[in-house]
């Protein structure tokens, strides 16, 4: 339903932040995007709902080519992809129904959005949606009253009202607690599941990335180094995405081993023997 072709980003300051990103995304796949800081996968998210312009290559969602798209129509195709945000991007002084309901601003004019005045089918849906994601008593509450994983889960829910194709999230577990981290990703997950909704998600710990996502693809310096099932993310691909570290080892037993520095980087004798594969072995290709 998604389709990346020979996506490249080169930012007007130079910067190369994507090269050549071919991606195929089917209906109800959670793919997790991971990669060391830099690695591109902001630009990558953001290229999709065009907050950056990609300055190459074709993005289509479904029968849409995305990167033609202006004005109105561009506003209709960001409506079928919702955004979560790391910093969950609620209004503080509103309640949670008003944050929630703010999804529908691209759907109803102007002054109905301003004077609040929401149709009532929207209102029935957010109390749903509100109900869904385990905040069926917190409607009234203003949205700077809530912890970090209400606020995330009424991002969610806001996300989810415009009833989107694909669910955009970007870091969203990065404030989190582990336990409310690890009930985030399933909720995303249960609702990818219930809605058919295919996900991006952006994350930095792997090991959330490989409990919940159907597929995982690393970036590194802006190229795709790795595609493909949670089971097949070994050691030695992690170091391709993220360069040399001993991933295996505990804190305990890595004080006994000859740890030793190369660059800015640290890497240990049992893994000094592994020699990094060309890029292009290591990536499995394509969608699974
Ligand atoms: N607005 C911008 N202008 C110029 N260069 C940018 C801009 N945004 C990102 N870059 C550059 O593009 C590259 C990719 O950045 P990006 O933020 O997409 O990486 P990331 O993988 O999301 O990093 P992080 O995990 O730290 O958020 C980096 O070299 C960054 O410096």
Excluded at 42 to 56: D, G
Excluded at 105 to 131: D, T
Excluded at 177 to 196: H, N, V, Y
Excluded at 253 to 281: C, I, K, M, N, W
């Amino acid at each position: 339903m998604l389709t990346l072709t020979g996506v490249g980003k080169r930012y007007p300051t130079g910067d190369r932040a994507l090269t050549d990103i071919e991606l195929s995304l089917p209906k109800g796949q959670v793919m997790a995007l991971i990669g060391p800081s830099g690695a591109g996968k902001s630009t990558l998210i953001r290229c999709v709902n065009r907050l950056v312009e990609p300055t190459q290559g074709s993005i289509r969602l479904e029968d849409a080519e995305l990167t033609t798209l202006s004005g109105n129509r561009l506003r209709q195709a960001r409506r079928s992809m919702g955004m979560i945000f790391q910093e969950y991007a609620l209004v503080d002084r509103l309640t949670v129904m008003e944050n929630v309901l703010s999804g529908q601003l691209g759907y109803v004019g102007f002054w109905r959005s301003f004077l609040r005045r929401y149709p009532q089918e929207a209102v029935a849906e957010a109390f749903r949606l509100l109900e869904r994601v385990g905040l069926p008593h917190a409607i009234d509450k203003r949205a700077d009253a809530l912890s970090g994983g209400q606020r995330q889960r009424v991002g969610i829910a806001r996300a989810l009202l415009q009833s989107p194709k694909l669910l955009l999230v970007d870091e969203p577990t990065a404030s989190l607690d582990p336990k409310t981290s690890r009930q985030i990703m399933r909720l995303i997950r249960e609702l990818c599941a219930e809605r058919e909704l295919a996900a991006i998600i952006n994350i930095h710990d792997v090991a959330l990335a490989k409990q919940f996502a159907d597929r995982i693809v690393g970036l590194r310096a802006g190229e795709i180094v790795f595609d493909g099932k949670p089971c097949e993310l070994t050691s030695e691909i992690l170091t391709t995405i993220y360069g040399e570290e001993d991933w295996d080892t505990s804190p305990e037993s890595a004080e006994s081993d000859d740890v030793q520095t190369v660059g800015d980087t640290f890497t240990s004798q049992p893994y000094a023997a592994h020699t990094q594969r060309p890029l292009a072995s290591v990536a499995s290709g394509g969608a699974l």
